[in-house]
């Protein structure tokens, strides 16, 4: 596994591609410096060598915006759009429930609506207008976006359901009477 790691010296923040190798002797994982990558702020996807680039940690890095640019993750989103939509349009089943928690470090429910399914809808809509997209294609792809919508909202149905219950006991004279749940909103 190939990570980014930063170092700060006299404040200032240096980066380092390195790998993640298990010693046998010790027993435990050590890092190796593949290259050094300059100021923090100032690497961008370019710098990464090709055989890393792709990698999910490389990419995350460059997601959750460490190194302050906003370029790295705009160039993120859309490569996580287009594989989503490759995913989304190629054979096979999918489980639905899964593939928002393949992004979940990265985004929000309402960023992964908002940056990508309602992007990929939007392109599934032109390609589909400008003849470029098969209409079987273009269904399978709307109906597995709204099969992942659908999940993502009973997922948080539960949730809130789990957290917005109260349980009542009362005692009255002695006797105890159990309240039903109530539900609070």
Not at 29 to 47: A, C, F, N
Not at 105 to 112: A, G, H, P
Not at 126 to 153: C, F, K, P, Y
Not at 155 to 175: A, P
Request: hydrophobic residues 35%; contains cysteine; aromatic residues 12%.
């Amino acid at each position: 596994m190939v990570y980014i790691r930063n170092k700060q010296v006299k404040g200032i923040n240096y980066s380092y591609l390195v790998r993640s190798v298990w010693d046998k002797e010790k027993k435990a994982s050590k890092q190796e410096t593949i290259k050094y990558l300059g100021r923090t702020e100032k690497i961008t996807l370019v710098d990464i060598p090709k055989d890393y680039a792709d990698d999910k940690n490389i990419l995350k890095f460059f997601a959750k915006d460490n190194n302050g640019s906003r370029k790295n993750y705009n160039e993120y989103v859309t490569k996580v759009r287009k594989d989503l939509f490759k995913k989304l349009a190629g054979p096979g089943p999918i489980n639905l429930a899964k593939v928002y928690d393949e992004y979940k470090d990265d985004f929000t429910i309402l960023e992964f609506y908002d940056k990508i399914i309602k992007h990929i809808l939007y392109d599934v809509g032109d390609l589909w207008r400008r003849d470029e997209l098969m209409i079987g294609t273009e269904h399978v792809v709307s109906n597995r976006l709204l099969g992942i919508i659908s999940e993502l909202n009973k997922n948080q149905t539960r949730k809130k359901k789990d957290q917005n219950y109260l349980f009542v006991i009362l005692q009255e004279n002695g006797i105890t009477l159990y309240a039903t749940c109530l539900n609070l909103f």
